[in-house]
């Protein structure tokens, strides 16, 4: 690998600033922790030089004009922007980074977009035939505007051959960090974390959500109590009859008020809860697929297989390959 690692992040009007600022943030750190070895150097590229004013109302300094922008690149990040209407966020598509960014990703040994900036991605065509994410307020958009492109919204980052993209706001870093793993390994990865007081390294395939954090605060205080009883005692007897009597309602009542507070039933509720527990202790432990089957409440090994095939379509072993985070 050269001494330098040379990363170029585009810079437009009203830019999200955390998009910019936490990757950069990121390799900084790396540089320190890797004691020399990382040589991360981070270059804004705008229309022209000068200054740009974000999202935040705060200015960024571009370094290059994307006319300027030559030779070889390490990584070239794409970070993203929205419009606010009536309906809801629009990903805004910035014809000028669009063009760039077809002319610049050759030189690039890789290529990835932050937040909604996959949708530049896309409009460029580095997303055909891929599969990407994005924040998940903009993922039926990228859907509807790129069908070549396959759009998972869950994943916190996806990567797709030398193409990354990555889900919303705070998961920049996360996507940042999973760059200086594959670059330095996962100990400098992790010690970056700590430096950044971010209590774990999030895996790509974690979802967007947790699962008390899937659906807007319920309109009843109780309800909002025994989701988080739930998230609590995994582990113990969440049937419907045991939350229905903790409630004092009878089942059928409580099955009603929880579905019309929730969106779902309370055993599909338990089980999704107990399977996201899983799948952390699956990333972060040694535990036996037993000890993680009976922590999160499932009993048996064979429950869990089923869980985690329903839930996530792959099996404990084949998710933890995949997403073991090893220090």
Same mark, same amino acid.
């Given at each position: 690998m050269p001494?330098?690692?040379?990363?170029?992040?585009a810079?437009?009007?009203?830019?999200?600033?955390?998009? !910019?600022?936490?990757? #950069?943030?990121?390799? &900084?750190? /790396?540089? @320190?922790?890797? =004691?020399?070895? *990382?040589?991360y150097?981070?270059?804004?590229?705008?229309?022209?030089?000068?200054?740009?004013?974000?999202?935040?109302?705060?200015?960024l300094?571009?370094?290059?004009?994307?006319?300027?922008?030559?030779?070889?690149?390490d990584?070239?990040?794409?970070?993203?922007?929205?419009?606010?209407?009536?309906?809801?966020p629009?990903?805004?598509?910035?014809r000028?980074v669009?063009?760039?960014v077809?002319?610049?990703?050759?030189?690039?040994?890789?290529?990835?977009? !932050?937040?909604?900036g #996959?949708?530049?991605l &896309?409009? /460029?065509? @580095?997303?055909? =035939?891929?599969? *990407?994410?994005?924040?998940?307020?903009?993922?039926?958009q990228?859907?509807?505007?790129h069908?070549?492109?396959?759009?998972?919204?869950?994943?916190?980052?996806?990567?797709?051959?030398?193409v990354?993209?990555g889900?919303?706001?705070?998961?920049?870093?996360?996507?940042?960090?999973?760059l200086?793993a594959?670059d330095?390994?996962?100990?400098v990865?992790?010690?970056?974390?700590r430096?950044?007081v971010?209590?774990?390294?999030?895996?790509?395939?974690?979802?967007?959500?947790?699962?008390?954090l899937?659906?807007?605060? /319920?309109?009843?205080r109780?309800?909002?109590?025994?989701r988080?009883?739930?998230?609590?005692h995994?582990?113990?007897?969440?049937?419907?009859?045991?939350?229905?009597?903790?409630?004092?309602?009878?089942?059928?009542?409580?099955?009603?008020?929880?579905?019309?507070?929730?969106?779902t039933?309370?055993?599909?509720?338990?089980?999704?809860?107990?399977?996201?527990a899983?799948?952390?202790l699956?990333?972060?432990?040694?535990?036996?697929?037993?000890?993680?089957?009976?922590?999160?409440?499932?009993?048996s090994?064979?429950?869990?297989?089923?869980?985690?095939?329903k839930?996530?379509?792959?099996t404990?072993?084949?998710?933890?390959?995949r997403?073991?985070?090893?220090s």
């Amino acid at each position: 690998m050269p001494s330098t690692r040379r990363v170029v992040i585009a810079v437009f009007p009203d830019v999200d600033l955390l998009d !910019v600022t936490g990757p #950069a943030e990121v390799f &900084a750190l /790396a540089n @320190l922790e890797a =004691g020399g070895r *990382a040589g991360y150097q981070v270059q804004l590229a705008g229309r022209s030089r000068g200054s740009v004013t974000s999202s935040a109302g705060v200015r960024l300094v571009v370094d290059l004009s994307f006319a300027e922008v030559d030779g070889v690149l390490d990584t070239l990040l794409i970070p993203g922007a929205v419009d606010r209407h009536p309906a809801g966020p629009v990903a805004r598509i910035d014809r000028d980074v669009v063009e760039w960014v077809k002319r610049a990703a050759p030189q690039a040994r890789r290529v990835a977009s !932050v937040c909604v900036g #996959a949708h530049l991605l &896309a409009a /460029a065509g @580095l997303l055909d =035939g891929r599969t *990407a994410t994005t924040h998940w307020s903009t993922a039926a958009q990228l859907a509807a505007d790129h069908p070549a492109v396959t759009v998972d919204p869950d994943p916190i980052f996806v990567r797709s051959g030398n193409v990354w993209t990555g889900a919303g706001i705070s998961a920049c870093m996360d996507l940042a960090l999973a760059l200086v793993a594959e670059d330095l390994g996962e100990e400098v990865a992790l010690a970056v974390a700590r430096q950044l007081v971010m209590y774990l390294r999030r895996q790509g395939g974690q979802s967007q959500f947790s699962v008390p954090l899937s659906r807007p605060p /319920a309109s009843r205080r109780d309800i909002d109590e025994l989701r988080m009883f739930i998230a609590d005692h995994l582990d113990g007897d969440l049937s419907t009859a045991a939350l229905a009597g903790r409630m004092c309602l009878s089942e059928r009542h409580f099955a009603r008020v929880f579905r019309q507070e929730t969106g779902t039933g309370p055993a599909p509720y338990v089980e999704a809860a107990r399977v996201e527990a899983a799948r952390r202790l699956l990333e972060s432990t040694d535990q036996s697929l037993g000890e993680v089957a009976a922590g999160c409440g499932f009993g048996s090994v064979e429950t869990l297989h089923r869980a985690l095939r329903k839930q996530i379509g792959t099996t404990p072993a084949a998710y933890r390959r995949r997403f073991r985070t090893t220090s």
